[in-house]
Nanobody, 124 residues
Framework: QVQLVQSGGGLVQAGGSLRLSCAAS????????MGWFRQVPGKEREFVAL????????YYADSVKGRFTISRDNAKNTVYLQMNSLKPEDTAVYYC?????????????????WGQGTQVTVSS
């Protein structure tokens, strides 16, 4: 069983920055694929970024490429999402997720475990 606890988020003006953190339990964290997703009411959960621990690869949705950075600290069992140049359309609830298979999956259904979600609101 993996538990994910998120922190960070909040309200920021357009052009500002925020950093989200997600602390994971479990001794095999370094092998997990960690993903970030976001969701607005009435829409499906949307892929934002992933970091594959097994393959040391990262991927980003086109909408955030060049503005967001996913990183991980295996010593702290934590994954981060640094969000810069935020736009009002980035407003959503953000979720971290863990995939124990270590795949490079963009579909939220491929992830086994989820954080509690954190609200990010970008004002114009």
């Amino acid at each position: 069983q993996v538990q994910l606890v998120q922190s960070g988020g909040g309200l920021v003006q357009a052009g500002g920055s925020l950093r989200l953190s997600c602390a994971a339990s479990g001794p095999m964290f370094s092998t997990y694929t960690m993903g970030w997703f976001r969701q607005v009411p009435g829409k499906e959960r949307e892929f934002v970024a992933l970091n594959s621990g097994r393959r040391s690869t990262t991927y980003y949705a086109d909408s955030v490429k060049g503005r967001f950075t996913i990183s991980r600290d295996n010593a702290k069992n934590t994954v981060y999402l640094q969000m810069n140049s935020l736009k009002p359309e980035d407003t959503a609830v953000y979720y971290c997720a863990a995939d124990q298979t270590g795949g490079e999956n963009w579909f939220f259904g491929d992830y086994n475990y989820w954080g509690q979600g954190t609200q990010v609101t970008v004002s114009s």
